[in-house]
């Protein structure tokens, strides 16, 4: 595979094409007060690492902030909007459509795939919705190209095989989450799942600070009984747990990094009460805080 550094160098752009195929790219950014209107020449993949961009598809208005991304089809009219007095950084992933179809074959397709209809889409279409990058396919590969960009240069093969995958992954989960809402119509399905999302990506950007069911449902507009309901229907678990599950995520993070105190650990991670924190910890991770960082080091 060719790598190409100089495919776009303009202000406030780095884009990289890898091979010869032009669809597939990778595009850093760093821009303030920026509009752009233009057909999405692959599938793309909008992540935003700090502030927010806005985004304007079909005639909806996507607001992506940082640790969310956008996924958008193949020669989607899309105008992006940056409207900030600081710098906004992002970095968007642009996929060969026929690549992420032949990812899709390779996978094959469950029931849920074939009820929704999904299975007989040529080619293979993404939902055009924001997510958080926490614990979706593509996370592991965004990370890496935001840390280590040199990880462009050293998979440059498989990176675009990799996305292909990770892309057909995240709609296999979104379409089992959103099968598993008993509602009658396919779109009440998928608007009750977009909501569900705005929850999940309000707590994740909460976790250190108190937060009740009743406010995180506020947030997707719905009533926090319907919200509680909907909720572990679709993802497995309630809130609590969800809320619970991820601050014990956190605090295993933060645990690692000796500076850090455990009454410190259990504060960013919203726990006011030390001994609380300590039996949630053992409850979910199976040993106290302090053993579990007695083994990291």
């Given at each position: 595979m060719k790598l190409d550094p100089q495919f776009v160098r303009a202000a406030g752009f780095r884009a990289f094409k890898i091979g010869y195929n032009p669809l597939n790219r990778v595009v850093y950014s760093d821009l303030q007060d920026w509009v752009s209107s233009r057909p999405s020449q692959g599938i793309g993949i909008k992540y935003v690492q700090e502030g927010e961009e806005q985004y304007e598809v079909d005639g909806q208005l996507y607001h992506v902030k940082a640790g969310q991304f956008l996924m958008v089809n193949h020669?989607?009219?899309?105008?992006?909007?940056?409207?900030?007095?600081?710098?906004?950084?992002?970095?968007?992933?642009?996929?060969?459509?026929?690549?992420?179809?032949?990812?899709?074959?390779?996978?094959g397709h469950s029931a849920e795939q074939l009820l929704e209809g999904q299975a007989s889409a040529k080619p293979f279409e993404v939902r055009q919705r924001t997510y958080p990058v926490r614990h979706s396919p593509i996370e592991s590969i965004v990370r890496s190209l935001l840390h280590?960009?040199?990880?462009?240069?050293?998979?440059?093969?498989?990176?675009?095989?990799?996305?292909?995958?990770?892309?057909?992954?995240k709609e296999f989960q979104v379409g089992k989450e959103v099968f598993a809402i008993p509602a009658k119509r396919r779109s009440t399905r998928e608007e009750l799942h977009q909501r569900l999302?705005?929850?999940?990506?309000?707590?994740?950007?909460?976790?250190?600070?108190?937060?009740?069911?009743?406010?995180?449902?506020?947030?997707?507009?719905?009533?926090?009984?319907?919200?509680?309901?909907?909720?572990?229907?679709?993802?497995?678990?309630?809130?609590?747990?969800?809320?619970?599950?991820?601050?014990?995520?956190?605090?295993?993070?933060?645990?690692?990094q000796p500076h850090l105190s455990v009454t410190d650990v259990a504060v960013q991670c919203g726990f006011s009460d030390l001994q609380y924190f300590s039996r949630t910890f053992k409850r979910l991770a199976g040993e106290s805080p302090s053993r579990f960082r007695a083994q990291c080091q």
């Open positions: 020669q989607q009219e899309v105008t992006a909007y940056v409207r900030s007095r600081k710098t906004v950084k992002g970095l968007c992933l642009y996929i060969d459509p026929e690549q992420v179809s032949n990812a899709y074959s390779l996978l280590n960009p040199q990880a462009l240069h050293q998979n440059s093969g498989t990176l675009f095989e990799q996305l292909a995958l990770a892309v057909v992954q999302t705005i929850a999940k990506a309000y707590m994740l950007d909460n976790l250190s600070q108190p937060m009740l069911v009743s406010e995180v449902a506020r947030e997707a507009a719905l009533s926090e009984f319907h919200f509680i309901r909907t909720f572990r229907q679709a993802f497995g678990l309630s809130p609590n747990q969800f809320i619970q599950q991820e601050r014990i995520r956190q605090a295993k993070a933060l645990l690692r």
